[in-house]
């Protein structure tokens, strides 16, 4: 992957961005703007989209003895204590008292995640709304601190709604108002899931196999009116396409039967290529880190061999990956 494919800032519009249209039968591969996605649904598609809210989960704390911690909330344990990713303090060091901004809080080391504790009556929302940055991916590049307006405003979608993720879905980021809306034209159904992303999505696969690798749980929801429109849907013979491998996930998790018939809780639902897709037919998604959970997912639905060459082609015509990058539509 040459490092300046990797996009440090979205597109000028929402949907500017281009879109590699990968055929799985066919295995051809087509080039489009994102703007004109609208032309590869049918009148009978469902389109799920995941409403998950980007919280600034990042926090930039001052120890006692002068030095900066970089901490990263994953998640609430209860009114005053999170479990977070910690960079700038020793391993094994105990309780160290830092602050943010004027609150002083404590951290207690663990492993992999350490606890944050906030001071009696402090509130974790106020304090990321104080402090908090944008929880960005290590690849894309600020200085330390830097509040940008842009990654406010860009790393979020815009049907964002219910506030939970550490990371944004990001084939949502492609959608504007008048995409959406030119899609609702054609007689396409909307419908919406939550899936709050957590680590699970971004922990690289580290193992020696695939097997090998530890999902981390993380929090979905499905209203009820969503899977009836997903049997109603799957009934008249239109599609199912998803938008994320989020909401695959919580597509696929709802029928697995692990929580038994309720459509919301906890999965680890891990999707990698030898999976048998239940629901999902079609999927929108970005260009993905390797070695990671939604590359391998990709690799599932669209098979290795296709995924690989798609790859490869967005790389000769110099697409832009990652996060801020641009999308694919798989069906």
Request: glycine share 10%.
């Amino acid at each position: 992957m040459p490092k300046e494919l990797i996009a440090q800032a979205p597109v000028g519009e929402r949907s500017s961005s281009r879109l590699l249209v990968l055929d799985r039968s066919g295995k051809t591969i087509d080039h489009r703007l994102f703007k004109e996605i609208d032309g590869l649904f049918r009148e009978n598609d469902l389109l799920v989209i995941n409403d998950t809210k980007v919280i600034p989960a990042r926090l930039r704390a001052r120890k006692e003895t002068g030095g900066w911690v970089d901490i990263l909330l994953v998640e609430e344990m209860d009114d005053r204590r999170w479990s977070c990713l910690v960079n700038g303090v020793r391993k094994g060091s105990g309780e160290t008292r830092i602050f943010v901004g004027d609150h002083a809080v404590v951290l207690k080391a663990g492993a992999p995640f350490w606890t944050i504790e906030l001071p009696a009556g402090a509130d974790a929302a106020r304090l990321m709304a104080d402090y908090g940055n944008m929880p960005l991916p290590p690849y894309i590049k600020r200085e330390k601190g830097e509040r940008r307006l842009e990654d406010y405003e860009r790393y979020q979608t815009v049907y964002a709604i219910r506030e939970g993720s550490i990371a944004a879905p990001t084939a949502g980021l492609h959608f504007d108002g008048d995409v959406i809306g030119r899609i609702a034209a054609k007689g396409v159904k909307i419908v919406p899931i939550t899936l709050h992303i957590g680590i699970g999505t971004f922990f690289l696969v580290k193992s020696e196999t695939v097997e090998g690798h530890e999902m981390h749980r993380e929090y979905y929801t499905i209203p009820a009116d969503t899977m009836e429109a997903v049997r109603m849907t799957k009934a008249r013979g239109g599609r199912v396409v998803a938008v994320g491998t989020s909401s695959v996930r919580s597509l696929e998790a709802a029928s697995s039967g692990k929580n038994g018939d309720s459509l919301s809780g906890s999965t680890d639902l891990f999707i990698y290529p030898g999976y048998r897709f239940k629901i999902v037919d079609a999927l929108i998604t970005n260009f993905h880190l390797p070695r990671s959970t939604p590359l391998l997912l990709a690799c599932a639905f669209g098979g290795q061999e296709a995924i690989e060459a798609a790859y490869r082609e967005a790389i000769e015509r110099r697409y832009r990956f990652y996060s801020y990058g641009d999308a694919m539509f798989i069906s």
